[in-house]
């Protein structure tokens, strides 16, 4: 048992670096609106795991008298953390189901822009709070949690990382709409 | 027949001009929404870059005179206020940027970059000042209400100048958020209208 769970480890971080070069291949050679599905289809997949991965951690630990909680619904930020995610996640589905040269493509560019920005706050919050809970506020008298709580933190800092790749995924994806609603007009002529 | 060559000619030379005159209108949206952007982002840099509060405490009492320690809040403190600052620093100057090209910029023929580099530094802006206006935000929420559970304290009702300073920079900043993604739609549409209208007059 032991074994296979290593095999399957060393392949899979084998793999990890072939990811990026995979997806620039897939970008430069398929089609403009074939990669914008994909770059959709994998922002879609970086804000629901945020949003499920955000949702299922808690942790608690009793010391004394002392009852420290730890759930997303503790924090505003994460709370506002996973209705961003989620609200950015069932926009994806909605808009994965448009079909090509439709003329709401510019609407959904116009959209994209607002849910990039969404996604790019919800995670720079998300990431001020989880600073101070790892290394606290001195100056303001805050300790930091993160010894209290592991289990949580190290499952927050999963969700986080996705949470960090999706406006990414967004941003590219913001810009690859531009250059083809740019292309696609000049193509007409 | 000199004469009416003479007309037809003065003719074509006044239509000339006039298409010439109206070739190239400025249109006044952009420009004053980019210098609200530009007076927004930089008051909310200054207003949290200038944000200080000192105040003296009783700590403790031995025997019958009190200790007293300062307690200082600055901007620096946070790592959120500090990004806040930057980003909000680099999007006022973004903004008057945008607003000098727009304006001065006619003379240089870019082969139609410009047209494509404007949205698109405009979509990275607004990306930057969204994510500091909200990061800040929710830290000053931090500030102002405390986390029961994590048991951090809040510190507003003490530096309640520091707060509500930090709070208009804040709100000021949220205004721009949204001017700029107005600037946005409107710089999208008018490149989507530009590309169609320019290949359509052609043909």
Redesign the interface.
Known sequence: MGCSVAIFITIHTTHIPFVPFVLVFSLIMLKKMMSIFLLRLLALGATISATVVTLTTHDSRHVLN?T???SYS????LR?FVVANAIASGYSIIVLFIPSKNSLW?FV??SD??V???L??????A???A???KKG?S?????P?CDQVPKFCDRLTGALIAGFVA?ILY?LL??FS?HN??NL??A?? | MAVEIGDKAEAECKSNQEIAVTRKPIGYVIPVLRLLTFAATLSATLVMALNKQTKTFVVATVGTTPIKATFTAKFSHTPAFVFFVIANGMASFHSILMLVIELFGHKYDLKGLRFVIIPVLDIFTVALISGAANAAAFMGELGRNGNSHARWNKICDRFKKYCDHGSAAMLVSFIAVLILIIITAISILKLHKRNSTSYSTLH
Request: without cysteine; hydrophobic residues 55%; aromatic residues 6%.
């Open positions: 002392l420290f909680k730890a503790n924090a505003p930020t506002y510019k560019l116009i822009v607002i990039t920005s969404m790019v706050s919800s995670i720079s919050a990431l001020g709070v600073q101070i809970g506020n100056h303001a008298g805050w300790l949690i406006p941003l913001v810009l531009l609603l740019i007009l000049s007409k002529a």
